[in-house]
């Protein structure tokens, strides 16, 4: 078994059901991945064909539910895809099977990518959003939400000036799901928590992989439910967008994937990252020097 030393901050080339075995239970913070898509990535993966996903699935998700903590969370990255004229069931189907794997379904966000381009197909329009779902192992689990608080919005000014009494008292869903406002709790606040639609850009700087999610996308879940030095794991990590986040935010990661040219890619993303920071760093020196 590796130690936490050993695999701080490495980036393994193997398969992650593999590789994951050398690594100690109850080890990551956060785990945080876009795996292939049902037949996509043919040169990597082989192309996994929908109607057996699933099965290539669990024995993978078998191990990040042994090396996740017990207070961690997994995000799963995915989007069904059309298949001789319809929509699969294959994520479906996937979450399914999860929960009877041993994972709780917390919650799902909503990837929208905001700069996508115009198109359709006979019986569809283009896609412009994908699933981020939440698994947990327990239903109490680390989340930072104060972390992730967006600015308060336009809709405030209207719609806080004019409180209607049932508005001040903490209002209960009629629907019986325990959630419930107070509309008041709102006033004076310039920042407030997020819904779970994520309005994110896709990636567009990095042609040589074939799967780039944006930096914002780990970025955003790393910040929600991890703290500085926790451990991040992207067992599909490609090009290293995972890492690049964690490098950023002062967390520890490791990263899997199956080709060492995606290895070399993401080491090379992320000399870039640190040479910028130190020039960033440099400018600020001179400029204070200058100032002096």
């Known amino acids: 078994m590796f130690t936490k030393d050993q695999i701080k901050n490495q980036y393994f080339v193997g398969d992650c059901k593999d590789i994951l075995l050398n690594i100690e239970d109850d080890t990551f913070d956060l785990i945080i991945t876009s795996p292939p898509y049902a037949d996509q990535r043919r040169n990597t993966y082989g192309g996994i064909h929908p109607d057996k996903y699933v099965e290539w699935f669990l024995p993978r998700s078998e191990q990040f539910l042994r090396v996740l903590k017990k207070t961690g969370t997994f995000i799963l990255n ?7 004229g319809e929509r699969h069931t294959y994520v479906i189907d996937l979450i399914k099977a999860l929960k009877d794997q ?7 966000f909503i990837w929208h990518k905001k700069n996508t381009y115009p198109g359709k197909w006979p019986n569809r329009f ?3 959003w994908e699933r981020c779902i939440q698994f947990n192992k327990q239903k109490k689990f680390n989340m930072y939400q104060e972390a992730v608080m967006i600015p308060i919005g336009d809709w405030a000014k209207e719609r806080l000036s004019r409180l209607s009494e049932k508005d001040k008292i903490r209002d209960i869903s009629a629907v019986g799901s325990g959630f419930g406002k107070n509309v008041s709790n709102w006033l004076k606040r310039n920042m407030v928590y997020p819904t779970n639609v994520l309005y994110l850009a896709t990636e567009c700087g990095n042609k ?3 799967a780039v999610f944006p930096v914002t996308l780990p970025t955003w879940f790393i910040k929600l439910f991890t703290l500085e030095g926790d451990f991040v794991l992207d067992p599909f990590a490609g090009s290293g967008t995972t890492a690049l986040a ?4 002062n967390r520890n990661y490791v990263m899997i994937d199956i080709l060492e040219e995606y290895k070399i890619m993401a080491e090379e993303r992320l000399a870039k990252a640190v040479q910028l ?3 960033v760093i440099g400018q600020k020196k001179v400029k204070s020097n200058e100032n002096n």
Do not use: M, P, V, Y
Not at 78 to 84: L, T
């Open 78 to 84: 995915i989007k069904e895809k059309a298949f001789n």
């Open 102 to 108: 041993g994972w709780i379904w917390t919650e799902e």
């Open 126 to 128: 283009r896609d412009a």
């Open 208 to 210: 040589n992989h074939s």
């Open 246 to 249: 964690c490098k950023q935010l």
């Open 277 to 279: 920071e130190l020039n």
